[in-house]
């Protein structure tokens, strides 16, 4: 079975939630895509962030 590692199901999120948010917020097709991967940009760069901030807090 395939079992993915916890950044790749954080990227498959960040993929799938931009896609949405990009459909529905906005009207054209050039629109959708510019905030689909500026969404996705935001969700994967978050995760990242947060990640290092955690793993500092924890040391």
């Known amino acids: 079975m395939l ?3 916890h ?5 498959l999120f960040a993929l799938f939630a931009s ?9 054209t097709p050039r629109k959708m895509m510019r905030y689909g991967i500026y969404c ?3 969700f994967a760069g978050s995760a990242i962030v947060l ?6 807090i924890a040391r």
């Open 3 to 5: 079992r993915p590692s």
């Open 7 to 11: 950044f790749t199901a954080v990227l």
């Open 19 to 27: 896609t949405v948010f990009g459909i529905t917020q906005r009207e």
């Open 40 to 42: 996705f940009v935001l």
């Open 51 to 56: 990640s290092w901030v955690m793993f500092l």
